[in-house]
């Protein structure tokens, strides 16, 4: 079975990571996918958070990463997906994450989300954070894979 896990990635966390890492236990293949999302007005760019993903996802032989710019459904359809892998950070996640998989399903009703939690180490961590983090100076090595923590540090210096 294939698994979707898609999102902006604006930076990769390594809350972002432990999901797929766990995700690619759970599933035969995880397509990790990266919304261009031009509306959030991202600090990195699309092909920046695309290559720093795949580097840190390069011991994970079951995953793939790759960018869209359409509506998640129908990338979903055109990949021949339906199963959906979300991270819920806490309850206030939770409303939101609820919609999205109500939504998917209406516009696909063979869409299928699954939730995994992180582990309680990242549980606080989102992008975010560590661009507001870094922005401002401060270390963010530990909350982020390595390809993402040099990007951050070529982006800031």
Do not use: W
Not at 19 to 41: C, Q, S, T, Y
Not at 98 to 110: I, K, T
Not at 125 to 154: Q, W, Y
Request: charged content about 25%; overall charge negative; some cysteine.
């Amino acid at each position: 079975m294939t698994a979707i896990y898609p999102g902006t990635f604006d930076p990769l966390t390594n809350g972002h990571l432990d999901i797929i890492e766990r995700g690619a236990k759970m599933f035969n293949h995880l397509l990790v996918a990266i919304a261009e999302n031009p509306g959030k007005n991202p600090l990195f760019t699309l092909e920046e958070r695309v290559d720093s993903t795949i580097s840190a996802t390069k011991h994970l032989p079951n995953v793939n990463v790759e960018p869209f710019s359409c509506l998640l459904s129908n990338f979903m359809q055109k990949k021949k997906i339906n199963v959906l892998l979300r991270g819920l950070r806490a309850v206030s996640d939770f409303e939101y994450e609820l919609q999205l998989a109500l939504m998917n399903r209406q516009l696909n009703e063979e869409c299928e989300t699954v939730f995994l939690m992180p582990n309680m180490s990242y549980i606080f961590l989102s992008s975010s954070m560590i661009r507001e983090i870094a922005r401002l100076g401060g270390d963010v090595k530990k909350f982020v894979p390595d390809s993402v923590e040099r990007l951050i540090t070529e982006k800031f210096n």
